[in-house]
């Protein structure tokens, strides 16, 4: 229920504000990697070819070899476990927040999970020859610099042991110790995925020991997340940061009190959303813009709630029946088709309403400049959606 005299802020409002505020806009566009991350909070890294493509849409000069830079050579990005379970490259300077705010935290379950699925499906394993298995490991990084699980199993050979998982069902299979223990050691902070063994799309890469972040108050991580999350994406409602966090209420609530969120009505004065303090003023509108962004994108995965940019009718053509989304044409502050490109390089979308001419050539122009920096490589999402399929068969 809306509070009265909470100030209203429009749809309108909120696409104006993710354009600016998520650098989509071209006047609000950037020259580094590590801006384009802080406008998200956190680019999606569950497939490795987000991270590029979504980078790459916000910045005036787009470049793979810019996200490299900060990925593997300045080290100015890195990938947490965090948020939602979900994969994010996040700063350094705001990783300390996400590790303790919620990579820590799901690592405290893995690490519980995984010696429950070592007793019952493994021999010889006990909480203490884990520990001794992450020691050994940390040394091989620490003397190598960088090591792939393979090559960290040829000499920390329980890492090569296995569990067989789900015996006798359908889905029976065996998962390495080595997986599991190093997604361990990386959502605690230990270790980091380093520079792929092959192209930017590659999920085979080596891992990189970390410097330990510093130790910060659980509930003092949590406001910081959610004021930036607010700061990016507000006005969203309580349902929205509950969701984009997988928190539980009362932490989202918790936060929203720490952070002296206002609220503000949304969709006609029909719901209630949350915005900074001093947030409630409208921003001015940008220059009419368009954006082709990948699957996964922030922007798209950003709330719970999606009716003031995305049209109900049009999600299943964009989502996979797990929730993720695929590539999405943008006009404006709300979605209006979807993309994917050919074997041969080629750009191709469909719009599902007439958006004019004008929108058009802006999506035209956006696809050209894709391809321009994309070259010879060739992307296809990790998770295919309806839509994505039909434009490139």
């Known amino acids: 229920m809306v509070s009265a005299g909470a100030v209203p802020v429009g749809d309108g409002q909120r696409r104006a504000r993710l354009g600016l505020r998520q650098l989509l806009a071209p006047a609000a566009r950037v020259a580094r990697v590590e801006e384009t991350a802080d406008a998200v909070v956190g680019l ?10 979504s980078a790459c849409a916000r910045l005036r000069e787009p470049s793979a070899g810019e996200v490299e830079r ?16 979900t ?6 300077e705001f990783a300390p927040y996400v590790s303790a705010a919620a990579a820590r935290p799901i690592a405290v379950k893995e690490r519980a999970t995984l010696l429950k699925h070592l007793g019952e499906f493994a021999e010889g394993w006990s909480e203490a020859r884990l520990a001794e298995t992450e020691r050994a490991v940390l040394a091989v990084l620490a003397a190598r610099g960088e090591a792939t699980t393979a090559e960290l199993g040829a000499e920390v050979p329980a890492l090569r042991e296995t569990m067989l998982m789900a015996v006798g069902k359908p889905y029976e299979a065996k998962q390495s110790v080595g997986s599991r223990l190093l997604r361990l050691l990386a959502s605690d902070g ?6 792929p063994r092959g192209s930017w799309l590659s999920s085979s890469y080596p891992w990189a020991p970390v410097e330990q972040w510093p130790e910060l108050p659980a509930r003092e991580a949590k406001a910081e997340v959610v004021r930036r999350w607010l700061a990016r994406y507000g006005p969203g409602t309580v349902e929205d940061v509950k969701w984009w966090t997988g928190w539980t209420l009362g932490d989202v609530r918790r936060a929203l009190a720490d952070v002296g969120a206002v609220e503000v009505a949304l969709s006609g004065g029909a719901a209630a959303g949350s915005v900074l303090p001093g ?23 950003g709330w719970r709630g999606r009716d003031w940019y995305l049209r109900p009718e049009d ?17 404006c502050g709300r979605v209006v088709g979807g993309w994917a490109q050919r074997a041969d390089g080629e750009v191709v979308w469909r719009l599902f309403e007439d958006v004019g001419a004008e929108a058009v050539a802006a999506v035209g122009a ?13 992307v296809t999402p990790r998770f295919r959606t309806p839509l994505e399929r039909e434009l490139v068969a």
């Open 279 to 301: 947030d409630e003023a409208p921003v001015a509108e940008p220059e009419p813009w368009a954006a082709l962004l990948p699957g996964l994108d922030p922007a798209v995965m």
């Open 44 to 53: 999606h890294a569950s497939d490795p070819a987000t991270v590029y493509l």
């Open 70 to 85: 900060a990925l593997y050579e300045d080290v100015s990005l890195v990938k947490l476990l965090s948020m939602r379970r």
């Open 190 to 195: 230990h270790v980091r995925r380093s520079r």
């Open 315 to 331: 999600a299943p053509a964009l989502f996979d029946r797990a929730g993720n989304a695929g590539p999405t044409v943008w006009w």
């Open 366 to 378: 956006e696809a050209e400049r894709l391809v321009g920096w994309l070259g010879e490589v060739r």
């Open 87 to 92: 994969l994010f490259a996040v700063t350094e």
